[in-house]
């Protein structure tokens, strides 16, 4: 996703393609994050689906350069979905981007 990608997607509200979080989840939040993610698993449409991360709830972008909260780079967060219970063999695809926004 680019700026302008993004841009797009602000200018939507959230759906079943799309969910924004001000914040990354914090360590406690390790169940909402999986209810989240598959929430999106369960879609009935096959289409990419974003957790849109920075984004308050009126869509403003707030960053998250300086949340402390329990932040995940890409291989982490497939390790974390590989050792859940629920997952077995079959866990979404997932990406985790970084997107400078001014």
Known sequence: ????????????????????????????????LVKDIFSFVNTVHHDDCLLILGVNDQRKVTGVEDDENWRLNQQQLIDFMRKLPISGELIPRLGVETITYW
């Open 1 to 32: 996703m680019n700026t302008e990608e993004l841009k797009i997607w602000l200018d939507k509200p959230e759906g079943d393609h799309h969910d924004f979080k001000e914040h990354w989840y914090h360590k406690g939040q390790k169940p909402e």
